[in-house]
T-cell receptor
């Protein structure tokens, strides 16, 4: 099937700790994997993305890793802060569906001060 | 550049009515995708348009339709509204050419409530 599975659905962490969200995808031809952050009442905003020719990408406290063999990718947030509290969505292009961007179900992250 | 804009931002309709939502992409972008966001179902893909042509369609009933104009602005229409159509409708624009790695930028969404 053409789907992206995302876990966990909710994640509560203490401020300063790390948060990890994992996604798996079904289409081995997928080659683009963005992550979006959606704060309450706001639009999804791209925070980082990775393409299939790269295994890891980092931007300050955020990093994404990609394992094409296992067909999974992960978002890592280090030194979490209260402003990191939001819903995070992973996505992958599904080539079999004309490169449609398919989203995971989302992870609600709560950073406790 | 101005971001993606959507109008109206909020809409209240009753069952059986129809509704039209509008999306203006980032200047120069030619692709517009539409998504339905509900608390239980996440972001569900409706359809994608590129240069006035529908490139992709999600698994929604025929009551959901869309179109794109020559200036890349897009509209989506929902006919015979049902209670379950209550959702946030997001559009996203991307690219000047069709690639599988184009970043999509979202608009603020239209919150549709069906009574």
């Amino acid at each position: 099937g053409e789907n992206v599975e995302q876990h966990p659905s909710t994640l509560s962490v203490q401020e300063g700790d790390s948060a990890v969200i994992k996604c798996t995808y079904s289409d081995s031809a997928s080659n683009y994997f963005p992550w979006y952050k959606q704060e309450l009442g706001k639009r999804p905003q791209l925070i980082i993305d990775i393409r299939s020719n790269v295994g890891e990408k980092k931007d300050q406290r955020i990093a994404v890793t990609l394992n094409k063999t296992a067909k999974h990718f992960s978002l890592h947030i280090t030194e979490t802060q209260p402003e990191d509290s939001a819903v995070y969505f992973c996505a992958a292009t599904i080539k079999a569906a004309g490169n449609k961007l398919t989203f995971g179900g989302g992870t609600r992250v709560l950073v406790k001060p | 550049k101005a971001g993606v804009t959507q109008t109206p931002r909020y809409l209240i309709k009753t069952r059986g009515q129809q509704v039209t939502l509008s999306c203006s992409p980032i200047s120069g972008h030619r692709s517009v995708s539409w998504y339905q966001q509900t608390p239980g179902q996440g972001l569900q893909f409706l359809f994608e348009y590129f240069s006035e042509t529908q490139r992709n369609k999600g698994n929604f009933p025929g009551r959901f339709s869309g179109r794109q104009f020559s200036n890349s602005r897009s509209e989506m229409n929902v006919s015979t509204l049902e209670l379950g159509d209550s959702a946030l409708y997001l559009c996203a624009s991307s690219g000047t050419v069709i690639t599988s790695t184009d970043t999509q930028y979202f608009g603020p969404g239209t919150r549709l409530t069906v009574l």
